[in-house]
């Protein structure tokens, strides 16, 4: 199963700015696309983003569209999430996943996770 190792979290003012970063062990075959998910405390993991390791190809929650945007450097294995204009709604651990359909929201479609980054936003 492949390993992936997040980073890039910290604690941001309400408007500001982060970007979390996703190293993959290595792109199996069966893994053709990487996301984000963040849970928040309380609630249930929710899809953010998804991207297409082949063609860049890339899929957002509502919640997020035009605010974020996912991203993928196919030479580092990794995958990026660049998050804008930021709330304090999006407080939440961040995790990144690997699995075959990068437009899929449903955890089921998500067969290896990280092991989650905190992202703080204060008001």
């Known amino acids: 199963q492949v390993q992936l190792v997040e980073s890039g979290g910290g604690l941001v003012q309400a408007g500001g700015s982060l970007r979390l970063s996703c190293v993959a062990s290595?792109?199996?075959?069966?893994?053709?696309?990487m996301g984000w998910f963040r849970q928040a405390p309380g609630k249930e993991r929710e899809f953010v983003a998804g991207v297409s390791w082949r063609s860049g190809a890339t899929f957002y929650a509502d919640s997020v569209q035009g605010r974020f945007t996912i991203s993928r450097d196919n030479a580092k294995n990794t995958a990026y999430l660049q998050m804008n204009s930021l709330e304090p709604e999006d407080t939440a651990v961040y995790y990144c996943?690997?699995?075959?359909?990068?437009?899929?929201?449903?955890?089921?479609?998500?067969?290896?996770w990280g092991q989650g980054t905190q992202v703080t936003v204060s008001s």
């Open positions: 996943a690997a699995g075959n359909f990068y437009a899929k929201s449903a955890r089921e479609f998500w067969n290896s």
């Open positions: 290595e792109r199996p075959f069966n893994n053709r696309a």
